[in-house]
């Protein structure tokens, strides 16, 4: 079994900045892609930012050129540096990861969520 779990939420006033972790726990193969996803209330989850195992990286256009995405293999944890927050950042940002259990596995984990509130 597999966990993810976030830290790093909170409350920041706009212009500031949060940095969101996010560490992998349990017994796995191999994690490939890691990603941060958000909701907030009355939407869609949507897509954040993505990193795959070797280090590509993609981003949604609302936080390019703002926030981060990384990570640190040998800690199985992603970050999401966030920068220039903005109100409508305000969501709960979750943490993905497609994780392989055995060779040719690939399943999605989900965190449980880090509430990020940006104050105007």
């Known amino acids: 079994q597999v966990q993810l779990v976030e830290s790093g939420g909170g409350l920041v006033q706009a212009g500031g900045s949060l940095r969101l972790s996010c560490a992998a726990s349990g017994s796995f193969f191999s994690i490939n892609a890691m990603g941060w996803y958000r909701q907030a209330p009355g939407k869609q989850r949507e897509l954040v930012a993505t990193?795959?195992?070797?280090?590509?990286?993609n981003y949604a256009d609302p936080v390019k050129d703002r926030f981060t995405i990384s990570r640190d293999n040998a800690k199985n944890t992603v970050y999401l540096q966030m920068n220039s927050l903005r109100p409508e950042d305000t969501a709960v940002y979750y943490c993905?990861?497609?994780?392989?259990?055995?060779?040719?596995?690939?399943?999605?984990?989900w965190g449980q969520g880090t509430q990020v509130t940006v104050s105007s």
């Open positions: 990193i795959t195992s070797g280090g590509s990286k």
């Open positions: 993905n990861a497609q994780v392989a259990l055995y060779y040719r596995d690939n399943r999605l984990y």
